[in-house]
């Protein structure tokens, strides 16, 4: 990663085993801007705004010396001091961040490695540049059918008209090209819950259209913006006027509406039961119970905040979000940016928790659950696991189309965690993923992008039920991990099985008791030898729950000694 500690030079590229090279000149940098963290024992603060090329006044002369030869013209604030939270922010270091724009003209590389030797600064790296996770939408009116009438076919939970035509949450093989159970299995979960309003959900995406006719219900809304006094920062988080969340790309509460994050948005919690649209994964019964919705938006049209968006992390937790979904990625990156790997670190320790004294030290839980969990798409070019989703700290979510197979386009890898449907690539095609888009409108999508937000509502869906005082993040992503069904057998072949995550998401698995009781004796068959292939069939008893066995683990070693033992795992 081209990130630097200050006595060493700034590292211009790195070598991945797949032997791709990342330069800090490269596509995958943001050229004339630069970030820097300052040290403990550097200046207390700088100067922040713009000034005239070569006359740099950011009050660290050492920094004004280097950046007046770099041609730098504006200095600002990677995190906001975030008004009562701004202590709590202070104890992370995150008031030490800024962002330098210099002559583009001048080489990335040289700026991170002028700074990276100042005494003051401990570390410098590029601004990368984020990559959404589009694809092409299909309007509800191109593919329509009538659906099937909830009278007639007594199987359908909720009213909403176009639910028969989300596949991706119940799969009755009629459609074709699909295969009966290729679904997340969420019927089941509603049995359980279908959401909360104590959930939100912070959508780090394009604008949510907040006003969508199946969405507006289920948006998080800021009451004291809302109703206070305009350009006011009312309730004193350090933001004006942030009714439904934040834009990052205008720096102000303006959220723009667009397709992506309005497809991804709706699938985590459009309004169910409400006789419109579609459904949501945690959309709620009807009766104002769905989770709630906040818009970070980082993309807006062409534009985008390249990766400032750290913020939105930061932003997400103090204002009451418990789960983050991402569905963009970097390309390229060998590790996390160190600005996101302290952003990722605030949200997971602070979300759903309160600084109520303002000292910087956490004093009560005022969220469903201590603590946040980020989930993040793979990526759309069926190569690596891409960060931020290769995170360890991260949810990473793969993609399925609608026969158990892990898509081509889908990227795979070890650090996959879990997939979830996120339809078929092919042209109008009924097997993608429907959900809301912006103008009051329906359309059909495929992609890791939306995959992913299937998983932050079964996230959501896990709070709802579990969350209460003392429920954590980390039993949050316990349950989330083992919330699956195993396609061993189903698949397209073993390699998949360890590059596509633990299995297919599975709602009612989430909600699944303790059997109290370990499958039963497995039964062996005839082994079968053919040259050096050696096949053992046998049975394996469900669990009490009647649920197949998720994963087994064989141990061989050499009848008569000699040879190496050896541990194979799989039925995933």
């Given amino acids: 990663m081209l990130i630097s500690c200050a006595k060493e030079s700034f590292t ?124 092409a939408a299909i309007p509800a009116e191109a593919l329509y059918e009538p659906p099937v009438p909830a009278a007639e076919e007594g199987q359908w939970p909720f009213d909403d008209p176009m639910l028969s035509q989300q596949w991706h949450y119940y799969n009755d093989g009629t459609i074709s090209g699909t295969e009966a159970g290729a679904d997340m299995n969420l019927f089941e979960g509603w049995k359980t819950t279908a959401g909360s309003p104590a959930v939100i959900v912070a959508v780090t995406d394009s604008g949510v259209q907040f006003d969508h006719e199946d969405l507006a219900a289920n948006m998080w809304v800021n009451e004291a913006e809302l109703n206070g006094t305009e350009g006011v920062d009312d309730d004193g988080n350090g933001y004006v006027d942030d009714i439904y969340g934040w834009n990052f790309v205008r720096d102000s509460g303006t959220i723009v509406p667009e397709d992506h994050g309005t497809h991804v948005a709706g699938t985590v919690a459009a309004v169910n039961n409400n006789g419109i649209g579609v459904c949501g994964v945690a959309g709620g019964t009807g009766n104002g119970d769905g989770a709630r919705i906040m818009s970070m938006q980082i993309f807006e049209g062409d534009e985008s905040v390249s990766d400032t968006n750290a913020e939105c992390f930061v932003y997400a937790a103090d204002n009451g979000a418990v789960i983050s979904q991402n569905s963009w990625t970097w390309t390229r990156l060998s590790s996390l940016p160190r600005a996101y790997d302290e952003a990722f670190d605030y949200f997971i320790e602070n979300a759903g928790m309160d600084d109520s004294d303002g000292d910087g030290v956490n004093d009560r839980q005022t969220g469903p659950m201590k603590g946040g969990i980020i989930i993040c798409a793979a990526g759309n070019s069926g190569g690596r696991i891409e960060y931020p989703a290769a995170d360890a700290r991260c949810v990473a979510v793969t993609a399925m189309g609608a026969t158990f197979k892990l898509e081509a386009y889908s990227n795979r890898g070890a650090e996959a965690d879990i997939m979830a449907p996120g339809g078929v690539k092919a042209a109008n095609s009924k097997r993608r993923v429907w959900s809301t888009v912006a103008d009051n409108d329906y359309a059909a999508m495929y992609g890791t992008s939306m995959a992913c937000p299937h998983v932050s509502g079964v996230a959501a869906l896990i709070i709802a039920e579990y969350g209460q005082e003392g429920f954590t993040a980390e039993q949050c992503r316990e349950i989330l991990l083992r919330a699956y069904r195993p396609v061993g057998g189903l698949a397209d072949d073993d390699a998949e099985l360890g590059v596509l995550g633990v299995g297919l998401l599975d709602a009612g698995a989430a909600f699944v008791a303790d059997p109290q009781s370990q499958p039963g004796v497995v039964e062996f068959g005839s082994m079968q030898v053919s040259g050096n292939t050696v096949s053992v069939p046998w049975r394996v008893p469900a669990d009490g729950n009647g649920n197949a066995v998720a994963q087994f683990v064989v141990e061989y070693a050499p009848k008569e000694g000699g040879g190496t033992p050896g541990v194979e795992y799989g039925c995933r």
Avoid at 28 to 37: H, L
Avoid at 62 to 72: N, P, Q, R
Avoid at 108 to 125: C, D, K, M, N
């Fill in 12 to 135: 211009v590229g790195v070598e991945p085993e797949d032997g791709d090279r990342i330069y800090a000149d490269g596509d995958e940098v943001i050229r004339g801007w630069i970030r820097i963290k300052l040290s403990e024992e550097g200046p207390e603060a700088l100067r922040t705004g713009q000034f005239t090329r070569g006359e740099a006044a950011t009050g660290d002369g050492d920094i004004d010396e280097v950046a007046a030869a770099l041609g730098a013209t504006e200095v600002r604030r990677v995190f906001r001091d975030g008004g009562r939270f701004a202590e709590r922010r202070r104890r992370y270091g995150l008031h030490l961040w800024y962002d330098i724009r210099f002559d583009e003209e001048i080489p990335v590389s040289r700026a991170g490695a002028e700074f990276a030797a100042l005494p003051g600064v401990a570390y410098a790296e590029p601004v990368y540049r984020i990559q959404r996770l589009d694809a």
